[in-house]
DNA sequence: ATAACCATGTAAATGGTTACATGATTAG
DNA sequence: CTAATCATGTAACCATTTACATGGTTAT
């Protein structure tokens, strides 16, 4: 799913700037299953706007600089649907924190522990912020993910609180692997 | 967190060939949370090794074709704990799925339905995987790990199970925005 | 004033994915 | 005999990320 597919997405919520398209992958309804940067989404609505699936119209701006807002066109709405005619691809997860709390013992205790915190911190304020929307009027798909993504953050949460003392409980062995380096990684 | 990284993590839990890194990517230890291919897996062994930060052992085969093995050097376990002394970068996640039942109004409806099912059946995979495993042995951050994939893996399948009336209970609106398309998205 | 935020865009660099190319071994 | 799995590697392509460049607005 490329970035222009994901902008057509965006717009199929109502109209939009590049840079309110960037909060909603950021802090909006998809901010919990996709990303995009400035540096996707520019380019991509050029792009789309040539093709003519979306239209600009210039915001000369009161209280906010020019910007440009975009809308969706039918071909633009024919185009997201067919872009999701197909397979979805398995999901793609990248999670630093994940790798380091697995590797736990490679680090300070006290990296370990900001690393931890602030993992925590990012679901709990993900949680909260789900739990302060509105469900009134939106989509039935868009309330399922957002139950759905709240249910993951919640277990999420609670499995971190409940499990702390698995990662901070026991003496730091300062080793990788005191069973012996060599060893073969097992099937 | 670069593909290099990944390798040397994937060698600090024992030796392995560059086909078996890739298999821990992808249905092993760090298949929740990460993902690399063969593509990004053997250059980075590569290059590594010409770093000193791993040895290449050739294993002519018997009952398998020849293959390397590779193992961790201090100089990589030097490197490997040095990547890991910053701050985390945010989780990276891209579903198409989720992409897909957030839009679940666009889909047909038996499309929908192997989307969800196909979503579901990974989720219940996982967490049959991960239940089969044994804990005995492990390093402390890896069974920590281990313990939140699953519940959060639960925490999805249950939620899906219990709320799937919410996906395909009501009436179908073969329309993206009844209310009028050319509504700005709200703040 | 100054920082934070709103707003748009480009170019270079990085890095990952896909396709290609090859070949051995094992299970049905 | 055929398909699946084991095994390694390269090159072209594609996409994203980062840095750069610019400037208006709002709140402290």
Redesign the interface.
Known sequence: ?DAKT?CL??L?????SGY?IKK?FEEG??A????VGFGSIYPALAVLAQEGKILVAEDAGEGHPARK?Y??TQTG?DA??KA??K??????????????????????DD?LE??FN??LA?YKAGIEKIKSLDDE?I???????R??GL??Y???A???EE?RH??FG?DKQNS??P?G??????K
């Open positions: 799913m994901l997405g965006a199929a919520l109502g109209d939009a309110e909603m309804p998809f919990h299953f996709h990303h807002i809308s969706l709405k997201l649907k999701m005619r397979t979805p691809a398995p999901d793609k997860v990248r999670s630093e924190a994940i790798f380091m709390m697995f590797f736990s013992q490679f680090l300070e990296h900001d690393v602030y993992y990012c009027g989509s039935d798909g868009r309330r399922f993910i139950g759905m249910a993951s919640q277990a999420i609670n499995y971190m499990n698995l990662l026991t990788i692997d069973a380096l060599s060893k073969r990684v097992g």
